[in-house]
């Protein structure tokens, strides 16, 4: 239990008194009209689903009268098809255009979209579909269908299933194609006109907006309750920090489900008219950031690594010492020039002037073969990011805005900014919204982007909001003299080994990660006497290295046995022990001769790590090394 006081502070109260102020009676529907209004044939949404270019680089674009017309589309037939005010309307695909006509069109039915984490389980599925009862199922393809199967059997509350890609359709009564759907919708719209313009006003700022369903990492998916309130505010007090300037160009690849995403992605972009870049294979993120050349981006630590040892790997691989030299002599600069724009200090005249030089020559070359030249705004979330990675995109002139919230805050409750930076920090807290730690460490948060609680699950909702509305995250941190908010780790993923330590795994992880040979990494000592580690090596990197050391292999599997690969492996983990304390140091390691992803089920659709699956596909290893 906290022994926090009950009430916020004045200034608090203030600044959350302003921003209520600029939202007042406002809802999502309406933010999207205002924008529709504003904007109208500038573009909206883009994909590549089905491009057929020689070249790969066509983008299918919706503006955002054209995406509005496919709104009240799609929205009617769903109106046609029986679905009632506050019905849930579940949607499982992937980042494309389809996905964000079918989220506005059911808020424009008056009802609840929810979009699924195309990675759930077909007993998943039927838990979220049996808890939630959705009147509405909107599916991409064959494997989306297949998972869905025996939730719509077992449905008595489908009313409607609709399938985007039309070779994909289910032998179920109610089911049709996408083009069906939007063409019976354009067809009923005046008869249902009155209806639309009638749910549309009678929706409230207190309406859920969404109900997000967790990943299912430890049990069955919760459902995260988050109404056009929650997420008005998280919006208005995020561009506050973030404060946006000029062109507003956007790429979204995380998926919907997630809460990050789903801000940045979706509402944002029906707030301030940005144009949205939707790619839905993450493996081509890369390729789009090079094509897109956003201005601003967000990306989760896994994503600035594995861009961090990209480049790392041919700076290494630079044959010609002297421009190496001159590279790594200019990282040096933009390193110490973002060092000098933290919070509380200031970058002298000839600091800034030698920056400048490098940042002409060097730098602003190398953001550009990024494809991040344009970026003026970079955010990283859903885990710590690893001071050495953010420092090394402050070597390329970048300050990458860390920021810390979670699905049950719609989003941030603290973050990084122009006004507010501090390397290995998530930053302050946002305007109106409070932070604190409870006397074990654990971070609590509250304000008025709390969810009102889990969907129908009231035990869950006791657990996370207590009697005076804090929100008990589950994570452990520090906040420094000036309120900056740093995060440990997950409370329940805290090692105490037999001794008693306490151990942050994370942290080791990150140091192990820092060799771009080494892909992921899990540290385990759980009531044990030392700590251990199961690597895995970089799919990407790991064969450039070996074969630059000319190495012969056949496969990653056979990489990983190779005593030369094991040697640097063994390196890597020196190297990481040497920056540890002794009950933190990595005593024994095993080099697994697989890749996780997200489809192997090691990893969340985030990227981030699923210790639980971990622990019990490798438990043979992990023993092994306690052998």
Same mark, same amino acid.
């Given at each position: 239990?906290?022994?926090?006081?009950?009430?916020?502070?004045?200034?608090?109260?203030?600044?959350?008194?302003?921003?209520?102020?600029?939202?007042?009676?406002?809802?999502?529907?309406?933010?999207?009209?205002?924008?529709?209004?504003?904007?109208?044939?500038?573009?909206?949404?883009?994909?590549?689903?089905?491009? /057929?270019?020689?070249?790969?680089?066509?983008? !299918?674009?919706?503006?955002?009268?054209?995406?509005?017309?496919?709104?009240?589309?799609?929205?009617?037939?769903?109106?046609?098809?029986?679905?009632?005010?506050?019905?849930?309307?579940?949607?499982?695909?992937?980042?494309?255009?389809? @996905?964000?006509?079918?989220?506005?069109?059911?808020?424009?039915?008056?009802?609840?979209?929810?979009?699924?984490?195309?990675?759930?389980?077909?007993?998943?599925?039927?838990?979220?579909?049996?808890?939630?009862?959705?009147?509405?199922?909107?599916?991409?393809?064959?494997?989306?269908? +297949? #998972?869905?199967?025996?939730?719509?059997?077992?449905?008595?509350?489908?009313?409607?299933?609709?399938?985007?890609?039309?070779?994909?359709?289910?032998?179920?009564?109610?089911?049709?194609?996408?083009?069906?759907?939007?063409?019976?919708?354009?067809?009923?719209?005046?008869? @249902?006109?009155?209806?639309?313009?009638?749910?549309?006003?009678?929706?409230?700022?207190?309406?859920?907006?969404?109900?997000?369903?967790?990943?299912?990492?430890?049990?069955?998916?919760?459902?995260?309750?988050?109404?056009? @309130?929650?997420?008005?505010?998280?919006?208005?007090?995020?561009?506050?920090?973030?404060?946006?300037?000029?062109?507003?160009?956007?790429?979204?690849?995380?998926?919907?489900?997630?809460?990050?995403?789903?801000?940045?992605?979706?509402?944002?972009?029906?707030?301030?008219?940005?144009?949205?870049?939707?790619?839905?294979?993450?493996?081509?993120?890369?390729?789009?950031?090079?094509?897109?050349?956003?201005? !601003?981006?967000?990306?989760?630590?896994?994503?600035?690594?594995?861009?961090? /040892?990209?480049?790392?790997?041919?700076?290494?691989?630079?044959?010609?010492?002297?421009?190496?030299? +001159?590279?790594?002599?200019?990282?040096?600069?933009?390193?110490?020039?973002?060092?000098?724009?933290?919070?509380?200090?200031?970058?002298?005249?000839?600091?800034?002037?030698?920056?400048?030089?490098?940042?002409?020559?060097?730098?602003?070359?190398?953001?550009?073969?990024?494809?991040?030249?344009?970026?003026?705004?970079?955010?990283?979330?859903?885990?710590?990011?690893?001071?050495?990675?953010? #420092?090394?995109?402050?070597?390329?002139?970048?300050?990458?805005?860390?920021?810390?919230?979670?699905?049950?805050?719609?989003?941030?409750? /603290?973050?990084?900014?122009?006004?507010?930076? #501090?390397?290995?920090?998530?930053?302050?807290?946002?305007?109106?919204?409070?932070?604190?730690?409870?006397?074990? +460490?654990?971070?609590?948060?509250?304000?008025?982007?709390?969810?009102?609680?889990?969907?129908?699950?009231? &035990?869950?909702?006791?657990?996370?909001?207590?009697?005076?509305?804090?929100?008990?995250?589950?994570?452990?941190?520090?906040?420094?003299?000036?309120?900056?908010?740093?995060?440990?780790?997950?409370?329940?993923?805290?090692?105490?080994?037999?001794?008693?330590?306490?151990?942050?795994?994370?942290?080791?992880?990150?140091?192990?990660?820092?060799?771009?040979?080494?892909?992921?990494?899990?540290?385990?000592?759980?009531?044990?006497?030392?700590?251990?580690?199961?690597?895995?090596?970089?799919?990407?990197?790991?064969?450039?290295?070996?074969?630059?050391?000319?190495?012969?292999?056949?496969?990653?599997?056979?990489?990983?046995?190779?005593?030369?690969?094991?040697?640097?492996?063994?390196?890597?983990?020196?190297?990481?022990?040497?920056?540890?304390?002794?009950?933190?140091?990595?005593?024994?390691?095993?080099?697994?001769?697989?890749?996780?992803?997200?489809?192997?089920? &090691?990893?969340?659709?985030?990227?981030?790590?699923?210790?639980?699956?971990?622990?019990?596909?490798?438990?043979?290893?992990?023993?092994?090394?306690?052998?």
């Amino acid at each position: 239990m906290t022994t926090l006081s009950p009430s916020p502070t004045p200034d608090v109260l203030a600044t959350r008194a302003e921003i209520e102020e600029a939202i007042a009676g406002r809802t999502l529907l309406g933010a999207f009209a205002a924008t529709v209004a504003a904007r109208g044939d500038t573009p909206a949404y883009s994909d590549k689903v089905g491009v /057929t270019s020689a070249d790969g680089t066509g983008w !299918r674009t919706l503006s955002w009268t054209a995406l509005a017309a496919q709104v009240n589309d799609l929205a009617t037939a769903l109106v046609a098809a029986g679905v009632q005010p506050g019905d849930t309307v579940a949607i499982m695909a992937g980042n494309r255009n389809e @996905h964000v006509v079918a989220d506005l069109a059911a808020l424009h039915a008056g009802a609840v979209p929810m979009s699924i984490y195309n990675t759930l389980a077909p007993e998943q599925v039927a838990y979220v579909a049996g808890l939630a009862e959705p009147a509405a199922v909107i599916l991409e393809n064959a494997d989306h269908v +297949g #998972r869905w199967s025996a939730a719509l059997d077992a449905s008595g509350s489908v009313r409607s299933v609709i399938v985007i890609e039309p070779d994909a359709l289910p032998a179920h009564g109610a089911a049709i194609t996408w083009d069906q759907a939007l063409a019976d919708g354009a067809a009923a719209r005046a008869d @249902h006109a009155d209806e639309l313009v009638a749910r549309a006003s009678a929706v409230t700022p207190d309406d859920p907006a969404t109900v997000l369903f967790t990943s299912g990492t430890t049990g069955n998916p919760k459902g995260v309750v988050l109404t056009h @309130h929650n997420i008005l505010f998280e919006a208005e007090c995020s561009l506050h920090i973030a404060a946006p300037e000029g062109e507003n160009i956007w790429i979204s690849y995380l998926p919907f489900a997630h809460i990050a995403e789903r801000m940045l992605g979706i509402y944002i972009p029906q707030i301030n008219g940005a144009q949205v870049h939707l790619i839905s294979d993450p493996s081509l993120l890369l390729g789009a950031l090079g094509e897109v050349r956003p201005t !601003r981006f967000f990306g989760v630590p896994r994503v600035w690594e594995k861009i961090k /040892t990209g480049i790392s790997a041919k700076l290494a691989a630079e044959p010609d010492e002297a421009k190496r030299a +001159g590279i790594e002599a200019a990282m040096a600069v933009g390193l110490e020039y973002v060092e000098a724009l933290q919070f509380g200090n200031t970058p002298s005249p000839e600091l800034t002037a030698k920056y400048e030089a490098v940042d002409a020559q060097v730098l602003g070359l190398l953001r550009m073969l990024l494809g991040l030249d344009r970026c003026e705004w970079a955010a990283s979330a859903a885990a710590p990011m690893p001071l050495e990675v953010a #420092r090394f995109f402050a070597g390329l002139g970048m300050r990458i805005y860390d920021v810390y919230g979670m699905t049950e805050t719609a989003a941030a409750v /603290t973050a990084c900014g122009p006004a507010q930076f #501090r390397l290995g920090t998530v930053g302050r807290p946002l305007a109106g919204i409070e932070i604190a730690l409870a006397e074990d +460490g654990e971070i609590l948060a509250r304000g008025p982007v709390t969810t009102p609680g889990y969907f129908r699950t009231e &035990e869950a909702t006791a657990t996370l909001l207590d009697a005076d509305g804090w929100v008990h995250t589950g994570d452990i941190g520090e906040i420094d003299e000036d309120g900056f908010l740093t995060v440990v780790d997950r409370k329940k993923e805290m090692i105490i080994t037999s001794s008693g330590k306490n151990i942050a795994p994370s942290n080791i992880e990150n140091y192990l990660k820092e060799s771009p040979l080494i892909g992921h990494a899990l540290v385990f000592g759980e009531g044990r006497p030392y700590v251990v580690a199961v690597l895995t090596l970089d799919a990407e990197i790991a064969p450039l290295i070996a074969a630059q050391a000319g190495i012969e292999f056949t496969d990653l599997a056979d990489l990983a046995t190779k005593p030369a690969i094991q040697a640097m492996v063994q390196q890597a983990v020196d190297a990481a022990n040497a920056r540890l304390s002794r009950p933190e140091q990595v005593k024994a390691f095993e080099l697994l001769p697989v890749e996780w992803t997200a489809e192997s089920e &090691e990893l969340t659709p985030t990227l981030k790590l699923k210790r639980r699956v971990v622990h019990e596909k490798y438990a043979d290893v992990l023993e092994r090394l306690y052998a």
